[in-house]
């Protein structure tokens, strides 16, 4: 994942707006790859996923795009809502390891 | 049904100090994870259990331990704590092993005075 630091990147929108959050990876050899939702006094919650094989997955009200070539996982969220307002953390792992990685985090706030 | 319960939520322990962490996992997971939460080093991995038996292991130094029961229940130890031992300590299980929808739970917030 990407480099932790003591600031996790912010992005604010407007609530109905669509919200894009971005994610690099580092390790080329992952396949596998989770974008989890953490909400404050609560542990990481899934949101979804996607295997190396696919470039993009979609679910209720989220997309997640893949593109191997940049090493370079998004994140979108449809109609951002005031409950989404939370920490989003992309996670890589390979099928060999038994760990997750995760990058350091954004912290998404919807604005009124 | 109960979702992944870690105990206690919050712990002050001194410098030196040994502390043991619980968790239990949803019933029937049989893999528990455990990671460690900082705002400087993010989530990490510190090991994880499947079946009682310790299957993968993080960069972390000895001080820190886990066992796997028979229950699937998992705890974690950290010995001769250190202020840099502060952290959000959290457990996930899965059904199986090499898993990764995980389910986390709400953490142990441990701080070291």
């Known amino acids: 994942g990407e480099s932790v630091g003591l600031h996790l990147p912010t992005l604010s929108v407007q609530e109905g707006d669509n919200s894009i959050i971005n994610c690099a990876y580092s390790?080329?050899?992952?396949?596998?790859f989770i974008w989890y939702k953490q909400e404050s006094g609560k542990g990481p919650q899934f949101i979804i996923d996607?295997?190396?094989?696919?470039d993009k997955r979609q679910g209720q009200r989220v997309t997640v795009l893949l593109n191997k070539t940049v090493k370079h996982l998004s994140l979108q969220i449809a109609a951002t809502q005031p409950g989404d307002s939370a920490v989003y953390f992309c996670?890589?792992?390979?099928?060999?390891?038994?760990?997750?990685?995760f990058g350091s985090g954004t912290q998404l706030t919807v604005l009124p | 049904k109960a979702g992944v319960t870690q105990t206690p939520r919050y712990l002050i322990k001194t410098r030196g100090q040994q502390v043991t962490l619980s968790c239990s996992p949803i019933?029937?997971?049989?893999?528990v994870s455990w990671y460690q939460q900082t705002p400087g080093q993010g989530l990490q991995f510190l090991f994880e259990?499947?079946?009682?038996?310790?299957?993968n292991k993080g960069n972390f130094p000895g001080r820190f331990s886990g066992r796997q029961f028979s229950n699937s229940r998992s705890e974690m130890n950290v010995s001769t704590l250190e202020l840099g031992d502060s952290a959000l300590y959290l457990c996930?299980?899965?059904?199986?092993?090499?898993?990764?929808?995980?389910?986390f739970g709400s953490g142990t917030r441990l701080t070291v005075v």
């Open positions: 996670a890589e792992a390979t099928g060999s390891a038994r760990q997750l990685t």
């Open positions: 996607i295997r190396s094989n696919m």
């Open positions: 019933s029937g997971h049989r893999s």
């Open positions: 390790n080329s050899a992952s396949d596998y």
């Open positions: 259990y499947f079946s009682e038996t310790q299957r």
């Open positions: 996930a299980s899965s059904l199986v092993a090499n898993n990764y929808g995980y389910t």
